[in-house]
């Protein structure tokens, strides 16, 4: 057995959550467990890599919607750069889509935050032994709501026009020609079943395809 996962030592723990409140009080009732240890908390997704990389945790508990970056992309991130680091994905907004990106992002386990503690600390202990935990609704849901029908660049388009950008500002933030632009939003809009990207943008987040 590796030195760093032997009997009796404590699990080491990263915490993503931007309402601190919510993170104080997680750390708290992790930290009365006894064999975890909060090692690192941030309250923006884009602190989780460097403090994964100074704090080496064991599990990263990640909130999906944090400023910076969200905690699908650095679930994407931890994979590359601390592999070692297993990723439960802890969030308010239990949404099919959101279940399988995390999935694909190597997250090992999906919990939303309604659940109790007792159910987090044991999410917690399984992940390192190598299983995979997901809410059992949600997985219920995500085999019957199917795949994401959004591309990956319809999905840069939507979420470029997010802040009310011009056909333009997206076309110069993505690089990408106006006609090229205005064809993905069609295609959005198509895909989501909505009549402006207004529209698309609202389906696709709450479908959890953003």
Same mark, same amino acid.
């Given at each position: 057995?590796?030195?760093?996962?032997r009997?009796?030592?404590?699990?080491?723990?990263?915490?993503?959550?931007?309402?601190?409140?919510?993170?104080?009080?997680?750390?708290?009732l992790?930290?009365?467990?006894?064999?975890?240890?909060?090692v690192?908390?941030?309250?923006?997704?884009d602190?989780?890599?460097?403090a994964?990389?100074t704090?080496?945790?064991?599990?990263?508990?990640?909130? !999906?919607?944090?400023?910076?970056? =969200?905690?699908?992309?650095?679930a994407a991130?931890?994979?590359?750069?601390?592999?070692?680091?297993?990723v439960? !994905?802890?969030?308010?907004?239990?949404r099919?889509?959101?279940?399988?990106?995390?999935?694909?992002?190597g997250?090992?386990?999906?919990?939303?935050?309604?659940?109790?503690?007792?159910?987090?600390?044991?999410?917690?202990?399984?992940?390192?032994?190598?299983?995979?935990? !997901?809410?059992?609704?949600?997985?219920a849901?995500?085999?019957?709501?199917g795949?994401?029908?959004?591309?990956? *660049?319809?999905?840069?388009v939507?979420?470029? =026009?997010s802040?009310?950008?011009?056909?333009?500002?997206?076309s110069?933030?993505?690089?990408?020609?106006e =006609?090229?632009? *205005?064809?993905?939003l =069609?295609?959005?809009?198509?895909?989501?079943?909505?009549r402006?990207?207004?529209?698309?943008?609202?389906?696709?987040?709450?479908?959890?395809?953003?």
């Amino acid at each position: 057995m590796p030195p760093d996962r032997r009997p009796g030592k404590h699990i080491r723990v990263l915490l993503a959550e931007d309402q601190g409140m919510m993170r104080g009080a997680l750390a708290l009732l992790l930290g009365m467990e006894p064999d975890i240890e909060v090692v690192a908390q941030v309250a923006a997704g884009d602190a989780i890599v460097d403090a994964a990389q100074t704090h080496r945790p064991d599990v990263a508990l990640l909130d !999906i919607e944090l400023p910076g970056q =969200s905690g699908l992309d650095a679930a994407a991130e931890l994979r590359e750069q601390v592999p070692d680091c297993r990723v439960l !994905i802890l969030t308010t907004f239990a949404r099919p889509g959101y279940l399988r990106r995390a999935m694909e992002a190597g997250a090992a386990g999906f919990l939303v935050k309604d659940g109790p503690v007792e159910e987090l600390a044991v999410a917690v202990r399984r992940v390192l032994t190598g299983e995979t935990v !997901i809410d059992p609704a949600l997985a219920a849901a995500a085999l019957s709501a199917g795949p994401n029908p959004l591309t990956a *660049r319809e999905r840069d388009v939507l979420n470029a =026009s997010s802040d009310g950008a011009t056909v333009a500002d997206v076309s110069a933030r993505l690089h990408l020609s106006e =006609s090229t632009v *205005r064809n993905y939003l =069609s295609s959005a809009i198509g895909k989501t079943g909505t009549r402006n990207r207004a529209e698309a943008l609202r389906e696709a987040r709450q479908q959890g395809w953003l």
